[in-house]
């Protein structure tokens, strides 16, 4: 295996991930995120997200010298054969569903004096079809001279599976207009294909595409995840009214290896930091490009639907007439194994209850930290796993919102 210098900007739940499983299979990579407080706390051996089994991979790398934490882009890209773009691309602050390109493009314009040899420029950020050409040429625009191929690898890691899913993919995507840089790619992923190979046979299939191509596939990907959720939302309401067990109505239709029984459990809608602002932003493409998506279009409103349908749900479980109750709510995070709190559908209920004067008693065992910034600040929080059953007695009912093997 041939050691690459290898440069993440972006150390966010994606950037980390990469960034450690790369230097956990040999090369020397420097994370670069412009948040100073995140880059210190690192430094200290502190990994300021939680996920699973990063802690461990992130103070041995850092230990044997292979993972460098930096604010500071200069040494970092200079040095680095790849660099991989992995900063957010959140919902446009102005409500109309499109990606936030702002901080994909700000990178492009910071990187683009400190390309003084042949590099590949990688999106890993989810990103709409177009932007790789973008980066390219604000690139050019800035350093003419510039000597780079752009790629897209969109990553499809789960949080709260993130290093599982980063180590053992089912697939990686590369989107790239050169054999260089597909091979370029190809060279650095090779120790984790090879070791993904050994234990899943059938797995880590390196699949090369163009660039827009690929672009386009993380955003389909996603989009059609939300279409099975919402899907078997709707069928487990329909059900409730037929007094039919949605749990086997599901195992019965995941046993069709055409239908595989993954994303057919009903709850609360979707959320996230991923399908809410990704299938949004495929939309807004669709609609630039004059082609309808029907089918996407509905699975928003069904997911709004889903949402104002739980809290419904929870008013009349908890026989909520004209009195105040007390709800408490295990689980805040969008899923379990992360604490991530972005838009998770705590958002939603929560404040509902409490803007009606209902009172509402929360704990989740790793979101607490961000969901106290976030949520309504009359929210009650327990800490203490320990407080949860005298929570329990003071609540006329109880709300698992997020399935953490805990509860
Ligand atoms: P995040 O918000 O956790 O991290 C982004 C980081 O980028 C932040 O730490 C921020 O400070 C940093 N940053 C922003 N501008 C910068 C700059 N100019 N220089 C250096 N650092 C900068 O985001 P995330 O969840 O890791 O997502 C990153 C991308 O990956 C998004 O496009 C997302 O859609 C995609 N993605 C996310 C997931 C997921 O599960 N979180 C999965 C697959 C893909």
């Known amino acids: 295996m041939k050691k690459e210098n290898i440069a993440i900007i972006g150390t966010g739940y994606v950037g980390l991930v990469t960034g ?18 995140k880059i210190n706390k690192l430094k200290k051996g502190i990994v300021p997200i939680y996920e699973p089994g990063l802690d461990e991979m992130v103070k041995k790398n850092f230990k044997e010298k292979r993972l460098f934490f930096s604010t500071r882009l200069e040494k970092a890209v200079a040095n680095a054969k790849v660099v991989f773009v992995a900063v957010g691309t959140p919902s446009s602050r102005r409500g109309d569903g499109y ?10 314009k910071e990187i683009a004096p400190l390309i003084n040899n ?21 690139i050019l625009e800035k350093n003419p001279k510039a000597v780079f191929d752009m790629a897209s690898n969109p990553e499809f890691l789960k949080e709260g599976a993130a290093i599982e899913d980063f180590m053992k993919p089912d697939r990686i995507v590369v989107g790239a207009s ?8 190809k060279d650095i992923y090779e120790p984790i294909i090879s070791e993904a190979k050994k234990e899943l046979k059938d797995k880590a299939a390196f699949f090369t595409t163009d660039i827009k191509s690929a672009e386009l596939i993380k955003y389909a990907s996603n989009s059609f995840l939300a279409v099975k959720i919402s899907f078997i939302n709707e069928i487990s309401n329909l059900c409730e009214q037929l007094k039919a067990n949605i749990d086997d109505v599901a195992k019965g239709m995941g046993l069709d290896k055409r239908i595989a029984p993954y994303f057919l459990k009903p709850g609360p809608g979707y959320g996230g930091s991923c399908f809410p602002k990704d299938v949004s932003a495929l939309l807004r493409i669709a609609q630039e490009n004059e082609t309808a998506l029907r089918i996407l279009e509905s699975v928003v409103e069904v997911n709004i639907a889903q949402k104002a349908r739980m809290i419904k749900k929870i008013k009349t479980g908890a026989k909520v007439n004209r009195k105040a109750k007390t709800f408490l709510f295990l ?19 929560i404040p509902a209850l409490i803007e009606k004067g209902h009172k509402v008693i929360a704990h989740d065992p790793k979101g607490i930290k961000e969901a106290k910034k976030i949520l309504p600040k009359e929210t009650i929080f327990i800490d203490k796993e320990e407080e949860i059953y005298s929570a329990s007695k003071k609540a006329q009912a109880v709300v698992l919102l997020t399935e953490w093997d805990l509860y």
Not at 127 to 136: F, H, I
Not at 179 to 184: I, P, T, V
Not at 331 to 349: C, H, N, Q, V, W
Request: aromatic content about 6%.
């Open 118 to 138: 042949y590099k590949v420029i990688v999106n890993k950020s989810t990103v709409p079809v177009g932007t790789a050409d973008e980066v390219k040429r604000i």
């Open 99 to 108: 990606a936030d390109l702002s901080y994909v493009y700000e990178v492009a």
């Open 20 to 37: 450690v499983c790369f230097s956990q299979a040999g090369h020397n990579v420097t994370c670069i995120d412009k948040d100073q407080a």
């Open 331 to 349: 689980g805040l995070t969008f899923k379990p194994e992360t604490d991530d709190m972005r838009d998770s559908s705590a958002i939603t209920i």
């Open 178 to 185: 050169t054999n260089k840089a597909h091979k370029l790619l």
